[in-house]
């Protein structure tokens, strides 16, 4: 079967940084991607890895390594915004998107 | 540009009624997605047309839900009838191509369903 692993709840202090991990099984693997959700939003785009790396996007970074089935997202300088769900879906063979449960980040100041 | 619209945003209704929900995705997307979204779980997705066609809808419980997009361009997901176990939100999305590569799905504020 097809899964995605992501801690349930993480807690970080203002101005921090934090690490999202999310290790994954699927059939096939086409790219993986992270969204942010703030509570009774939609989830928002944050960053796409399709190749073994670091992609950073500002404040944002996210790591691939395919060999691992493992990604991760960081986040640096953290803000009482950055409280949210943070989604980790794979894309598979299929191009379908396999959705992690998502992290729920509470952020302490 | 405009984002996806759904309407509406919260809808309360008791078990055996029937719900329409609407989605209009960004202009020019040829694709779209309807997703389930429980409390503390990632989207399921429900079913995705590229453009007025299905290209998937094998998690869809075809006995209550269905789902059409007749012109190609906005959607409606309908139940009928409702479970208690529908409460969730229900997501739209939309993509410019149909899930390759760097296909980002752009999601819609979501309708939270409410069962009684």
């Known amino acids: 079967g097809q899964n995605i692993d992501q801690p349930t709840e993480m807690t970080a202090t203002e101005g921090a940084i934090v690490q999202i991990n999310c290790t994954y099984q699927?059939?096939?693997?086409?790219?993986l991607f992270w969204y942010q959700q703030h509570a009774g939003e939609a989830p928002t785009f944050l960053s796409y890895n399709v190749l073994d790396g670091l992609e950073e996007k500002g404040r944002f970074s996210s790591f691939l390594s395919r060999s691992k089935g493992y990604s991760y997202l960081l986040l640096k300088e953290l803000q009482m915004k950055d409280s949210a769900s943070y989604l980790c879906?794979?894309?598979?063979?299929?191009?379908?998107?396999?959705w992690g449960a998502g992290t729920k980040l509470i952020i302490k100041p | 540009e405009a984002g996806v619209a759904q309407s509406p945003r919260y809808k309360i209704i008791e078990k055996r009624q029937s719900v329409a929900f609407w989605c209009n995705p960004i202009s020019g997307h040829a694709t779209l997605y309807w997703y389930q979204q429980i409390l503390g779980q990632g989207p399921k997705l429900l079913i995705q047309f590229q453009n007025n066609g299905v290209v998937d809808d094998s998690q869809l419980p075809k006995d209550r839900f269905s789902a059409e997009r007749l012109k190609g361009v906005d959607s409606t997901l309908k139940i009928q009838p409702a479970k208690l176990e529908d409460s969730a939100v229900y997501l739209c999305?939309?993509?410019?191509?149909?899930?390759?590569?760097?296909?980002?799905?752009?999601f819609g504020p979501g309708t939270r369903l409410t069962v009684l």
């Open positions: 999305a939309s993509s410019l191509y149909s899930g390759h590569g760097t296909d980002t799905q752009y």
């Open positions: 699927t059939s096939g693997f086409n790219g």
């Open positions: 879906a794979v894309m598979d063979s299929n191009y379908q998107l396999i």
